[in-house]
């Protein structure tokens, strides 16, 4: 963990690179230092079908949910989840000066007892940064 799941309208495409703001979110999800790096994941999912607000077609959104493990408190929490929603903010002001658009975060908490993973990604990278 943590993992970042993007939902965006389709009406989206052609005015938003997608592929670049899930590095967006990468990024800044390691710069705040409390996410193994071996653990994040972004992927995005393109809604082909939804309905905003009057029905106007030209309205968009972009959703997000970051999954995280239990253990840390709320202020190492809202300060992590503030660093990623601002800089994803700041990559989305073209779209906000465009056009109509709603940009939406929200951090939810895996119970640990409810969640099973596998990963060998960590010792990869364990594994790459002693002998290079």
Not at 56 to 61: P, S
Request: proline share 3%.
């Amino acid at each position: 963990m943590p993992h970042f799941t993007i939902e965006y309208s389709a009406n989206l495409d052609g005015r938003l690179d997608i592929a670049g703001v899930c590095e967006v979110v990468r990024k800044a999800a390691s710069e705040t230092g409390i996410f193994p790096l071996g653990g994040i994941r972004v992927r995005a999912v393109r809604c082909e079908h939804y309905a905003i607000a009057d029905a106007r077609q030209d309205y968009g959104f972009l959703d997000m949910v970051l999954r995280i493990g239990e253990g840390r408190d709320l202020p190492t929490r809202q300060k992590a989840g503030e660093h990623v929603f601002q800089a994803l903010s700041k990559h989305l002001d073209p779209v906000f000066a465009a056009s109509k658009f709603a940009l939406s975060f929200d951090m939810q908490i895996n119970d640990k007892d409810t969640s099973w993973k596998r990963n060998n990604i960590h010792d990869a990278l364990k594994a790459e940064a002693a002998y290079g």
